[in-house]
């Protein structure tokens, strides 16, 4: 964090439809046998996005009293983005999955990496490398065991690899100075290991500079399920990320799931009293320590994710380090607007803090027209895990 937070506001990096095209064309004249069709369709997509002019005073929501002042203004266009942090809340990626002969499950996923224009806050853009056009890439999700195989090809305009936290032999590690090492714009390679152990873990670029790379964008969750599953809850998968829109080497916009303040201006809808599982991993570049804290209740933490039982019981604050992840459990015990956010005050300022919406599941359904949800989104946030669940128990 530098001294220049708001100078972003007077440095749009404005989409350029030029290189957009330039991508597409190379996109389409790949496409036969091309594995990153996520990427092409990604660009097929905002092929003829313009800027528009936001409307500045478009809130969907009402804040308590207070709450509105420090705000990021307006509204970030999702459509032209190609992604919604709200359904990167619950768009568990399964990949294509295959029985081998032994009765292995094997999972394929195609990542592409590409460079992508996004809108990380009204009217701010970012020019991100992506993994399938989008920042946090595609969350990988897998159960214990299950045999990965994730092709991925290289769009982009620089080296980039993929490294992913867990079991796995040094080939597929994802690093520079060991084979195959950095993949080549053009070029592609399969990784292939075995989902060890459960947890909440991640992926991430590992081409160097190290750290442009990642907070170029080129992250995503990688999610195991343990072999019995966990409880039935409604999930949530939170990236906490952060963009350094002036290249100062520091950050001016953090948030969860890349845009600034999105949960503020769209509270996430939960039922009052269901068991709320979030997946919570820190990739912020630049800063030593991110946290998360919950207003009005406890919660319980597994760090990492690779255990069964809670590592804290009962707190409220969490911090991570870069890379640090674990998976939080709690329920909302009355109806109302529940804040959550870093209690680095500075950093839920400039966009890291949202809003839970606990409602009584008679006004669900409102309160997830209220934020443009629908009932597939409430089935991928109860229904995600890869292990068939149990019927709902009360713990
Ligand atoms: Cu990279």
Partial sequence: MQSSHWSVFTMNFLTTPASRRRFLQMGVG?????VGAGLVAQAAQDEPAMPEAQDHNQHTVEYPDGHGNGMLVGAVDHERNGFD???MLVDWDYGTAETDEDGRTVRTYNVSAGDVDIEIAPGIFFPAWTYNGRVPGPT???AEGDRIRINFANFGSHPHTMHFHGFHTAEMDGVPGVEPGQIMPGEAFTYEFDADPFGCHHYHCHAVPLKRHIHKGMYGAFLVDPQAGRPPAREFMMMMNA?????DGGNEIYAVNTVGHEFMRRPIPVKVGELIRIYL???VEFDLINSFHLHGHFFDYYDTGTT??????IVDTIMQAQGQRGILEFRLRWPGKF???AHVSEFAELGWMGFFNAVEPGDFDAALAEVGLDEEWDRKGTQGSTVPQAAEEQR
């Fill in 243 to 247: 963009f350094d829109t002036n290249f």
């Fill in 85 to 87: 942090p709200m359904q």
């Fill in 30 to 34: 790949g496409a036969a046998g091309l």
């Fill in 281 to 283: 991993i820190n990739i």
């Fill in 140 to 142: 990988i999700r897998c």
């Fill in 339 to 341: 804040m959550f956010h």
């Fill in 308 to 313: 069964l039982e809670p590592t804290l019981r």
